[in-house]
């Protein structure tokens, strides 16, 4: 039988028992079936899984007994803080889906002057929905870390996340020179920031700072690609480079 990777938020743990409750309960009794003696893997989101057997279930409370404990056991790949203009509809969902399989650590919705989504009541919703689908796609995928969803932030406010990270690059349709090959072809770190922006193109004033900031403009050649085709042509790139790397 399938053993089953459940995400937990905040794990109890006492005596070598794990303690699980409320929505994580619901889901391991009623959707996966599972039952005492059966296996289960649980995930914190924060690199460490534990890998245990449903000791009993009682009410609306299961105890789990923990056999092992593995940190991180990921593949080496650098971490990937994407700062992307937000698309409307199910196509930023998808986004966030393929983005987290591919191992991004980070995904910062980015407000450029032409970005047409507006975050107003609704943004905490969308927030929420994006976080939800970093979890599944990350059990799904097999990773052992969510990535962060970060609040919708301004262009000029993502130094926050991008001050620390050495490489950074931003796509931009009018560069003709440089390309991700050249971006890559030189190790410095093993942290990226990729910017990409709104479907109507990164205003000339916002291409101005961010190569004041440090960013490498780069080019992906003739084709004009998606918003939500971009970034995961960038992350597909960088998991290739840095993995063949480490196969070496």
Known sequence: METRRVYVDKLKIKNGMALLAGQVHKYIVSVLRKNPG???DLIDGKGYLYRCTIGSIKGREIYLQILDVVHNPEEKRPKATLCVSP?????MDWL????TELGVDRIVPT???RTVVKFDDEGREKIERWKRITIEASRQSGRFTIPDIAAPTPLRGIMTFAQDIEKRVALYEKERHTTLRDVFSVRTNETVCVVIGPEGGIDETEVEWLREKGFITCTLGENIFRTETTPLIVLSVILYEYGRDNKK
Do not use: M, S
């Open 96 to 99: 966030v889906e393929k983005a």
């Open 87 to 91: 698309i409307k509809g199910p196509r």
């Open 111 to 113: 407000l450029f002057k």
């Open 38 to 40: 059966d296996r289960i």
